[in-house]
């Protein structure tokens, strides 16, 4: 394969070959001149009226002049696909680079379609916990999940329903369709954020799900704890949880005993259980 070269260096090379054209033309031109000149110069004399003698004439000039014309036309033939290689291989370089910025370009502009649709997400999930209300104690936004995350750990307690999934599946069941219309919005599009990050490549997916957690409260942490282990979130979500250990930040309080805690592996709380819980 041949060396390549900067198309600096390629134009060089393709003026040479320019050069090289011109200087085989004039050594046509000469070479003509020479046997021509030759001739007059030996036989010079009136001009005939004999077509035998014009004959001859034509016979040595082209016995002499046609071998060194084809011998000459072929180097120049060399030299024309020389030079058109040599264009062919600037223009294959030039539609690769501009092949190659076009790609950077869909590249930048699809991370940056990703960007502003995440961001539009993650401004949408903040509205809807600062719409969020709970009536009856006068709560608005965050302090609402403190609410419910009470009433539920509460009924689980209460119903001794927390060492046995089956039977926190079952409260929590009951949980989440009370309070679907509050928290089933926020579940939803929570989930759909990290699932766009999940199916965006060439992106640090870690720093954008880490800014997802990082708009989390400790409430919201321990209610996505319990939804992910419930009908509700065990299938889509929790493995998202898991792959992006967003539950890395829980808080390092007491939790219902080791066989909720063990339905995750550890990658959820960034490789390893919360030491308070086991």
Wanted: with cysteine.
């Amino acid at each position: 394969m041949p060396e390549e070269l900067d198309p600096a260096e390629e134009i060089t090379a393709a003026t040479i070959h320019v050069k090289r054209l011109t200087t085989l033309a004039y050594a046509g031109f000469a070479a003509a001149v020479v046997v021509i000149g030759f001739f007059t110069f030996n036989f010079i004399g009136p001009l005939s009226d004999d077509p035998g003698r014009w004959g001859q004439f034509g016979d040595y000039v082209g016995g002499v002049l046609n071998p060194t014309f084809s011998f000459l036309a072929l180097l120049a033939l060399l030299a024309t696909l020389g030079l058109q290689i040599r264009e062919l291989r600037i223009s294959a370089r030039e539609l690769k680079n501009s092949a190659d910025a076009l790609i950077h370009q869909n590249e930048t502009l699809r991370q940056q379609t990703f960007e502003a649709t995440f961001f539009q997400l993650l401004r949408l999930h903040n509205d809807i916990v600062a719409s969020m209300e709970v009536l009856s104690s006068s709560l608005k936004g965050r302090a609402c999940f403190a609410h419910y995350l009470n009433e539920l750990e509460g009924t689980l307690i209460n119903e001794a329903a927390t060492d046995k999934l089956e039977q926190f599946a079952l409260f929590y069941d009951i949980f989440y369709r009370e309070h679907q219309a509050a928290l089933g919005h926020y579940f939803r599009l929570l989930y759909n954020i990290v699932k766009l990050v999940k199916r965006m490549d060439g992106i640090d997916k870690r720093f954008y799900t880490n800014l997802v957690r990082a708009q989390l409260s400790s409430a919201e942490l321990k209610l996505i704890f319990y939804n992910c282990l419930s009908a509700w979130g065990s299938e889509k979500f929790k493995p998202l949880v898991e792959e992006f250990a967003l539950l890395k930040t829980i808080p390092n309080d007491t939790v219902p005993a080791d066989e909720l805690l063990h339905q995750y592996s550890p990658g959820a709380f960034g490789g390893k259980y919360p030491e308070s819980w086991l």
